[in-house]
Each structure stands twice: as structure tokens, then as C-alpha cells.
């Protein structure tokens, strides 16, 4: 029989697994300097955590199961609603604003694809209970500063505020159940499916050519801030817009107050979900073609939906494999340092008690150390130990031993010295 690995899945090998390792403490790296904490929540929830956040219909997209206790339960298919979760039963008491961050692996039963897994990460976070547009500045300039420290300076924020269609549709009296139809459409880009969508079976929709010219005239918004004054005049007539615009504006001058200056707005990105109440903001990476998307996010009352108080959230979830496609498609692969610095060799049976010895030595000095186990002859030593990469190979033979000592050989160079044993970790470590 056999055996491979489950389709839509990967294997990561050392050094694929050292460059996932840099590129997660990078971005940890920046969220801790923002005073976000970590926290980890299940790999599986109650089913009804999903579907009530994003409908039944999101079954088929589940790897769900029923446990040995009748318990309808799923893996995560991401990680916003679990925080959601979270809050309410661990955080209802905390003081506000909650600052945190998340990574980890999620599921989804799709068909798998070219930069598109059933088993995929993501690193995220939340800031809940924070006043806006500070909060949604903070959480722009945190995802632009992580993103330009893995290396990436192509990216951009394309940013809007749904509050002004939702007060579009207030004003119309748009029914909920078309308003989620119409939002899912403006997200996909497609106007020929929303002019469909707005001569639907809808009366206030399909007699309303108002409502169908300012829809269509707002999804070619796109732009930077000089745009503005052409949002404002298209949705001066109505009244339940004025707030979220002026929100809008208010966030583009605090962004501009955090040094974040690659943004565009565009009117065009609705994120798909009803849960959104502000600010949507998409990160798109040049040069990545399909798997351009790096990121998603807004602000939202998640937590609302799940009984608990309004409370505010914004947040943001990076494709963490996407990211690692982008870095490496746009400044290559990194030359990482060798992950062992010394290699310790006895040359002979009687070496092999002090080899060991020696090895714990400089492992208790911080110095990553690895040892012959294989016995290898002194030839195939000193090719294995330039096959790993080591900068030092340590030489452990009688006749240096009698007189309390090794032999040091730096493989860059090709030198030797012969160093007392107490010293061996000063050396290196002055060598390095």
C-alpha cells in the first residue's frame, strides 16, 4: 500500500520550514512593537460558529464532522470568528482597546489550485472596543509596516467605507436580502452581473434608474484622495451617507498622520460579508498576477452577530503562503545562515566519550552544535561537515587530548589551531 500525503496539502522540508520560521518571527516581530499579544484558539469549533457568521451555505466548504458525543463540529475555516468566540467567553472584562494577533493553519474543502490549499495559514489580528478611524489607521499602518519588513514594496491598500453604500441603500429602502446580493456582486468586479443583479425581480431596484446609475457610477470610484470631492458630490443628495464619508476622510488623514501613503480608494471592494460595518481595505501585491491578494480585512461587529454587546472590532487576516509566494517570486529566496555552527568529530573510537562532552559544552553556550553519530572515518568527516555548512569543525584526537586540547578548522578558510578545550567555546563565538 501506498501512502501520500491528503490532496491539497504540503510537505515542508527544513529549509522551507527556516524561511516560514523568519518570515512568522518578522511579522511578530511588528505586531508585538504595536503592542498586540498573541493568543491561539482550537483547530475545530461548534459548526454553528461558521454558519452563523457566514450561512449554511458554507457547509460545502467545510471539512465538518459529528464527534463521539453527537457534537456537530468543523475545522476552522478561519480564525476572525473563533476570536469572536474568544472574546466572549474569555475577554467581556478586559479593558478596552484589546489589542491581538493569531497564526495559524486553517481548512477549507475547495479544489486545490495554484497558490490555493485545503490546509493554509494565516497570521492576523483584531483590535476590539478601539474608537474609529484611529483604530482602522493603526491596524492599515501596522499590516503596510509588516509587509514592507518581509521585503515587499510593491504592495498596495485599495481601502473603502461601506457605510456609504449601506446609507445608499437606506435611503432607497433596500431590503436586506438584495442588499447582500449586490454587495457580493460589487465585490466580484463585475458590472455586467450587477446590472443584472439591479434588473432583478426587486421593484425598488428594477423601476429605480437613480439608484442604478449612483451604484454604477460608485464602483468606478478608484483613485487616491483627490477623489473625494467627486465621492462627496455624487452622494451629497443623500443624507445617510454624509457620516461614513466623512469617516472616510478622517481615516485618510490619520494614515497620512502613521507615514502610510501606498493606499487607494476604491469603491469597488465590499469584502462580500454582511458583517462589515466600516472600513474594507484589500492589499494587492504587483507582478503576482491571480494570487495577487495578500490580505484582507475592516472593521466589523462580529461579536454582535454572536449575542454578545456592540462592541467594534477591526482586523485583518494575511494569506501567510501567499506571502511566502510573493517574497520569493519578488526578491528570491534568502541565503539563510547555515543552522549548525560547529561540527564535532572524534577521530577515534577512545575521542568519542570527550566529542559528546565537548558538544554539550557549546550547546549550554548557545552555540548550535552537532556531533558524529555515525562514526564516520576522518575523510568523510570533514566532507560531511562541509556538505552541512558548519563554519567550525572540531577536531577530537588523542594526542591533543593529552595535552588538554583540539583542533579547531575553520571550513571558510581552510585554517587550523589548536585550542585548550576550556577555550573552545571563546573561540568560536569570537570567531563567528
Not at 511579522?27 to 454553528?48: A, I, M
Not at 467581556?92 to 495554484?114: D, M, W
Not at 491596524?139 to 514594496?153: D, K, P, Q, R, Y
Not at 517570486?329 to 560547529?342: C, F
Amino acid at each position: 500500500m501506498e501512502f501520500v500525503r491528503p490532496r491539497g496539502t504540503r510537505d515542508f522540508l527544513f529549509e522551507e520550514m527556516r524561511q516560514r520560521k523568519e518570515v512568522e518571527n518578522t511579522l511578530r516581530k511588528v505586531f508585538e512593537n504595536y503592542g498586540f499579544g498573541e493568543v491561539q484558539t482550537p483547530l475545530f469549533e461548534d459548526l454553528n460558529l461558521f454558519t452563523t457568521k457566514s450561512g449554511e451555505e458554507i457547509v460545502d466548504q467545510l471539512y465538518n464532522f459529528t464527534d463521539k458525543g453527537g457534537r456537530e463540529l468543523t475545522l476552522r475555516p478561519e480564525i476572525t470568528a473563533p476570536i469572536a468566540r474568544l472574546y466572549l467567553n474569555e475577554m467581556q472584562k478586559t479593558a478596552k482597546p484589546i489589542k491581538l494577533y493569531y497564526y495559524g493553519s486553517c481548512f477549507r474543502y475547495e479544489r486545490p489550485q495554484k497558490g490555493r490549499f485545503r490546509q493554509f495559514w494565516q497570521f492576523g489580528c483584531e483590535l476590539i472596543g478601539a474608537k474609529s478611524p484611529e483604530g482602522e489607521a493603526e491596524v492599515i499602518a501596522m499590516c503596510s509596516n509588516a509587509i514592507e519588513e518581509l521585503g515587499i514594496t510593491t504592495a498596495e491598500f485599495n481601502v473603502n467605507h461601506l457605510g456609504i453604500i449601506r446609507g445608499l441603500f437606506a435611503h432607497f429602502n433596500i431590503d436586506e436580502q438584495t442588499q447582500r446580493k449586490i454587495m457580493i456582486v460589487i465585490d466580484k468586479g463585475d458590472k455586467k452581473l450587477l446590472e443584472e443583479s439591479l434588473i432583478g425581480d426587486d421593484p425598488v431596484i428594477k423601476d429605480n434608474p437613480e439608484i442604478n446609475e449612483v451604484l454604477f457610477k460608485l464602483m468606478d470610484m478608484v483613485g487616491d484622495s483627490s477623489i473625494i470631492k467627486d465621492i462627496r458630490e455624487l452622494v451629497s443628495p443623500y443624507e445617510e451617507a454624509h457620516e461614513a464619508l466623512a469617516e472616510f476622510e478622517e481615516l485618510i488623514k490619520t494614515l497620512e498622520s502613521y507615514q502610510v501613503f501606498n493606499y487607494k480608494l476604491n469603491l469597488g471592494v465590499a469584502r462580500g460579508l454582511d458583517y462589515y460595518t466600516g472600513i474594507v481595505f484589500e492589499v494587492y501585491v504587483q507582478g503576482l498576477g491571480a494570487q495577487k491578494q495578500v490580505c484582507g480585512g475592516g472593521t466589523y461587529s462580529l461579536i454582535k452577530l454572536f449575542g454578545g454587546e456592540e462592541v467594534v472590532s477591526t482586523g485583518f487576516a494575511l494569506g501567510f503562503d501567499r506571502l511566502i509566494n510573493a517574497i520569493e517570486e519578488l526578491t528570491g529566496k534568502k541565503e539563510l545562515e547555515p543552522r549548525i555552527t560547529a561540527y564535532v568529530a572524534a577521530i577515534s573510537e577512545s575521542t568519542r566519550g570527550k566529542a559528546f562532552e565537548i558538544t554539550q559544552k557549546l550547546r549550554l553556550s548557545d552555540i548550535p552544535t552537532d556531533v558524529d553519530l555515525s562514526r564516520k572515518k576522518f575523510k568523510k568527516l570533514l566532507a560531511y561537515a562541509d556538505k552541512i555548512g558548519v563554519k567550525f569543525t572540531v577536531l577530537v584526537g588523542e594526542r591533543d587530548l593529552e595535552d588538554n586540547k583540539v583542533t579547531i578548522k575553520n571550513m571558510e578558510t581552510g585554517e587550523q589551531e589548536l585550542v585548550a578545550i576550556d577555550d573552545v567555546a571563546d573561540y568560536i563565538k569570537k570567531e563567528i
